[in-house]
């Protein structure tokens, strides 16, 4: 399926599916509600089949007061990627989880959850992942301060 | 709404011991941060029971720079520079990640020459990296030969990096747009010699250490991972490609010149640590392959399409590329508000980082020392899994 047949079969499957611009993968934009059934009938339509997930990662739009969820889906069967993105409100944020689609989202999102703050919604094992327990602070929002950080010169 | 944020501290604390005279107590071990296999600051709790594995829980974050934050603040150019510090064994073959996205986001066409030494520094660089990983592989087993015989071999491609590129490890040569210096008039001479003498010298390397039986009984049947499990714990490169998943993007979407060349993708077939290693041998294998089929056909041209003070600028949007580094897929992800002349947000999936979580699942049931056996098979580089 090139890249135009796999945006229109997906927004078939989730109106609300809209085509994400100025990219140069195929990209959907959804909304967070319902995220999670949307990404396993991703998985395990056979039109689709997004067996591996490579990346999932986040943005921090601070202007507009989002945090937006970036999922980087592959399949091994057919070839072809999928980027999607969600918006969700940087005021207590909280997502759902995928761990149990892709047992490999279960570190991506405590990467998430250590660096941006964004805590799951019943992961199995949320804890920080690379910085310590006690750690205040996320330190990939762009309002991240610590008293260690040099200022640039502008 | 169920989260639950844990600690690490709580994981730790050991059961209480059975009620039966039998009954053994489980405990905890730590192997590292600072282990000789680790090859790295990498913490690995292990739960015990005797000398047998019930549980491994990976402890990253001992390198952990904030490589991302800092790109936040660089323009395209400077970000190159922090790239050979991910994983430091592929450093061209990220440099090449980051300016093929950058390639593709501002839209800028290389030439044949650029794309053909490119190729051929990567499958150098993947043949180092891969020599180096076969003679820690012996060291961790015990074989201080290997170690030594892949040294004295990888010190002539070490050689002919520094020649070309002014540096051994942290190589900053790929650039967007281009390379950073042409290579030496001597250059094709020296590969052309260095292929002959690598011919034998894996061949030498198999009777020397892949039949070795005592290799072969640590290696065989253990730490088995089937294709799809490694699917799902997201492994790429050798690692999946030993559980027989042909996931290679130098196949499945040729950039550089690889779509001109012929090589065969090394395949596994059960998965265990015999096919992590042997996938690796074969890769060697190939490489030398493509670089035979490019040495000669390098096409003439400028080495870099840009000025060295011309700006790049990304326009607005989200931008996804992908590489295969000597350790599996390295994905790029550029996000640019169109503003400033650096990305808004600059993201790096990582191979090692991926990879690591294989072990929580492969270890479990097998003894202390063959952990050692299964992390080596994985060959993970630890500042890519904290960047």
């Known amino acids: 399926m090139d890249a135009q047949a796999l945006l229109q079969a997906i927004t078939g499957v989730n109106p609300a599916a809209q085509e994400r611009p100025n990219t140069n993968v195929p990209a959907v934009q959804v909304p967070v509600a319902g995220l999670h059934a949307f990404l396993q009938v991703l998985r395990d339509d056979p039109r689709f089949s997004f067996d591996f997930l490579l990346d999932h990662t986040a943005i921090d739009w601070m202007a507009d007061g989002k945090f937006e969820l970036v999922y980087q889906l592959f399949s091994t069967l057919h070839g072809h990627t999928l980027m999607v993105g969600v918006l969700i409100e940087r005021e207590q944020p909280l997502a759902p989880t995928v761990s149990d689609l892709w047992p490999i989202a279960e570190w991506q999102e405590r990467e998430v959850y250590d660096l941006f703050g964004i805590p799951y919604d019943d992961h199995p094992d949320l804890r920080r992942l690379f910085l310590e327990d006690d750690w205040t602070g996320y330190p990939l929002r762009k309002d991240y301060q610590d008293k260690n950080m040099l200022q640039r010169p502008q | 709404m169920t989260v639950r944020v844990r600690t690490l501290d709580e994981l730790l604390t050991p059961p209480a011991a059975g009620s039966s005279a039998l009954s053994t107590q489980e405990y905890f071990v730590n192997m590292g941060p600072q282990h000789p296999i680790a090859h790295g600051s990498l913490r690995l709790v292990l739960r015990l029971d005797g000398e047998t594995v019930k549980e491994v829980i990976p402890v990253p974050g001992f390198v952990h720079r904030g490589i991302e934050k800092m790109c936040e603040k660089l323009n395209p150019r400077q970000i190159i520079h922090l790239t050979d510090r991910l994983d430091y064994l592929s450093a061209v073959m990220n440099n090449w990640g980051v300016a093929k996205a950058v390639e593709k986001a501002a839209n800028i066409e290389t030439n044949g020459r650029i794309e053909t030494i490119r190729t051929l520094m990567s499958e150098l660089q993947r043949i180092q990296s891969h020599m180096l990983w076969w003679g820690v592989l012996g060291m961790d087993l015990g074989a201080y030969?290997?170690?030594?015989?892949?040294?004295?071999?990888?010190?002539?491609?070490?050689?002919?990096?520094?020649?070309?590129?002014?540096?051994?490890?942290?190589?900053?040569?790929?650039?967007?747009?281009?390379?950073?210096?042409?290579?030496?008039?001597?250059?094709?001479?020296?590969?052309?010699?260095?292929?002959?003498?690598?011919?034998?010298?894996?061949?030498?390397?198999?009777?020397?250490?892949?039949?070795?039986?005592?290799?072969?009984?640590?290696?065989?049947?253990?730490?088995?991972?089937?294709?799809?499990?490694?699917?799902?714990?997201?492994?790429?490169?050798?690692?999946?490609?030993?559980?027989?998943?042909?996931?290679?993007?130098?196949?499945?979407?040729?950039?550089?010149?690889?779509?001109?060349?012929?090589?065969?993708?090394?395949?596994?077939?059960?998965?265990?640590?015999?096919?992590?290693?042997?996938?690796?041998?074969?890769?060697?294998?190939?490489?030398?392959?493509?670089?035979?089929?490019?040495?000669?056909?390098?096409?003439?041209?400028?080495?870099?399409?840009?000025?060295?003070?011309?700006?790049?600028?990304?326009?607005?949007?989200?931008?996804?590329?992908?590489?295969?580094?000597?350790?599996?897929?390295?994905?790029?992800?550029?996000?640019?508000?169109?503003?400033?002349?650096?990305?808004?947000?600059?993201?790096?999936?990582?191979?090692?980082?991926?990879?690591?979580?294989?072990?929580?699942?492969?270890?479990?049931?097998?003894?202390?020392?063959?952990?050692?056996?299964?992390?080596?098979?994985?060959d993970l580089v630890i500042p890519d899994i904290d960047r």
């Open chain 2, 145 to 378: 030969t290997a170690f030594l015989y892949a040294f004295r071999d990888r010190e002539i491609i070490s050689e002919l990096f520094e020649e070309t590129i002014g540096a051994r490890l942290t190589m900053n040569y790929v650039r967007p747009g281009g390379v950073m210096f042409d290579i030496l008039p001597d250059f094709q001479e020296k590969v052309k010699k260095l292929l002959k003498y690598l011919g034998p010298i894996i061949d030498e390397y198999d009777t020397l250490l892949s039949g070795n039986v005592i290799l072969q009984e640590r290696l065989r049947n253990v730490g088995v991972l089937d294709g799809k499990k490694a699917v799902a714990l997201g492994c790429t490169g050798p690692v999946l490609r030993a559980s027989g998943v042909p996931l290679d993007l130098r196949k499945l979407t040729p950039y550089g010149r690889y779509g001109d060349v012929e090589f065969n993708v090394a395949v596994g077939s059960k998965g265990d640590c015999w096919d992590r290693y042997y996938t690796r041998m074969e890769e060697i294998r190939q490489s030398m392959r493509i670089i035979e089929q490019l040495i000669d056909s390098i096409p003439e041209g400028p080495v870099n399409v840009l000025r060295a003070s011309a700006r790049i600028s990304i326009p607005e949007g989200t931008y996804y590329d992908q590489i295969e580094t000597a350790r599996g897929v390295l994905g790029v992800m550029l996000v640019s508000d169109g503003k400033s002349p650096s990305p808004y947000r600059v993201h790096f999936r990582s191979p090692n980082f991926n990879n690591l979580w294989a072990v929580t699942a492969l270890a479990p049931g097998w003894r202390i020392a063959d952990i050692i056996t299964i992390q080596s098979s994985l």
